[in-house]
């Protein structure tokens, strides 16, 4: 079946509509470097955590659900990161934090895919909870990044592409991969769109609830890994932002 106009227009219009305006605006704003390769790229940089979460978000919400522990996760994850590297290095350090939030993916899988908790009340609850482990940690306080070769990483370049914007750009081909062509995320567009279809013809819903949860811990276990690198260290309720 072809593509028409209109198919195309429901997918990209957003994206067509905000091109065409920040052109408009560089050709108004002419002595704004809207579209400066360097600018492009600070804002690449910026996006990339807000980017994280919105990946994970989408994948659950594809199959229905939603995920609120984002908020704790960023806050939590981010500031074991920063009290983790004065024990161990950074890339140790960020292992262990992605291994975390695993772990809180598999909860959030396990309440919601197999004991049928409301996702809306179990994520809820793991937020709150991973709020007051942080709090519990740092007595609520911030803590700081001290190691200098940590935070170099945050503004280290590889051709021109801040590390954070790399970061994104890979996060995105491989998310786009998964959704588009992939038969896993086939199955997740089944059962957001009719879960009882989904159950007729043999996919395993639960399951595939369960892993999109795991997925979009992992998303937000990176994504609080990289705040706390742009913000030199773990903020108390840094996921509210």
């Known amino acids: 079946?072809?593509?028409?106009?209109?198919?195309?227009?429901?997918?990209?219009?957003?994206?067509?509509?905000?091109?065409?305006?920040?052109?408009?605006?560089?050709?108004?704003?002419?002595?704004?470097?809207?579209?400066?390769?360097?600018?492009?790229?600070?804002?690449?940089a910026q996006a990339t955590v807000l980017s994280l979460v919105a990946f994970g978000l989408s994948i659950v919400m594809m199959c229905g659900e939603i995920d609120l522990s984002y908020?704790?996760?960023?806050?939590?994850?981010?500031?074991?990161?920063?009290?983790?590297?004065?024990?161990?290095?950074?890339?140790?350090?960020?292992?262990?934090?992605?291994?975390?939030?695993?772990?809180?993916g598999i909860l959030n899988g396990i309440f919601i895919s197999k004991w049928k908790y409301s996702s809306f009340l179990a994520t809820l609850s793991m937020m709150f909870i991973l709020m007051g482990l942080q709090r519990g940690l740092t007595n609520g306080r911030a803590v700081w990044i001290d190691n200098k070769d940590v935070l170099?990483?945050?503004s280290m370049q590889i051709l021109s592409v801040p590390f954070p914007a790399i970061i994104l750009i890979i996060s995105f081909v491989l998310y786009f991969i998964f959704i588009v062509y992939s038969n896993a995320g086939f199955k997740l567009k089944v059962i957001g769109e009719n879960i009882e279809a989904a159950k007729e013809v043999g996919i395993k819903t639960q399951r595939i609830k369960w892993w999109a949860f795991i997925f979009a811990s992992l998303c937000f276990g990176i994504a609080g890994v990289i705040e706390s690198l742009r913000s030199s260290g773990g903020v108390i309720d840094s996921g509210w932002a």
Not at 96 to 101: A, C, K, N
């Open 152 to 154: 170099a990483v945050a």
């Open 71 to 104: 908020v704790g996760s960023l806050g939590l994850l981010g500031t074991v990161f920063v009290m983790l590297l004065d024990s161990v290095n950074g890339l140790i350090a960020a292992l262990i934090v992605i291994g975390l939030s695993l772990i809180i």
């Open 1 to 44: 079946m072809k593509s028409t106009a209109g198919d195309y227009l429901a997918k990209f219009g957003t994206v067509a509509i905000l091109l065409l305006f920040i052109l408009l605006a560089q050709l108004i704003f002419s002595d704004l470097p809207l579209l400066s390769w360097s600018n492009l790229m600070n804002i690449a």
